[in-house]
């Protein structure tokens, strides 16, 4: 697919996800991406209320700021490819 390349370069590394809160995060993240949107948008009033609960309790087991609001640190691979 990339043909014959110069360099392959992995790199593991982090990312945080920085709001104002974890129900800012929640908020942002029900109503504009896409998979949580439906995710939602799938389940009863219960089942909503039992998913926001969920998430909540994974954000604050994951949130390393102390202040209120939420950062969460997320580790992602990168990968450089440097053609020939």
Request: hydrophobic fraction near 40%; charged fraction near 25%.
């Given at each position: ?21 974890p129900e800012h995060f929640l908020e942002i993240f029900r109503n ?47 990968i450089v490819m440097i053609k020939k």
């Open positions: 697919m990339f043909g014959s390349a110069a360099s392959i370069k992995a790199e593991q590394c982090t990312f945080a996800f920085r709001y104002r809160s504009y991406y896409g998979p949580m949107l439906k995710a939602f948008e799938a389940l009863d009033e219960t089942g909503r209320q039992g998913l926001r609960n969920d998430l909540l309790a994974l954000i604050g087991r994951m949130n390393r700021a102390d202040d209120g609001t939420m950062v969460v640190p997320s580790e992602y691979l990168q």
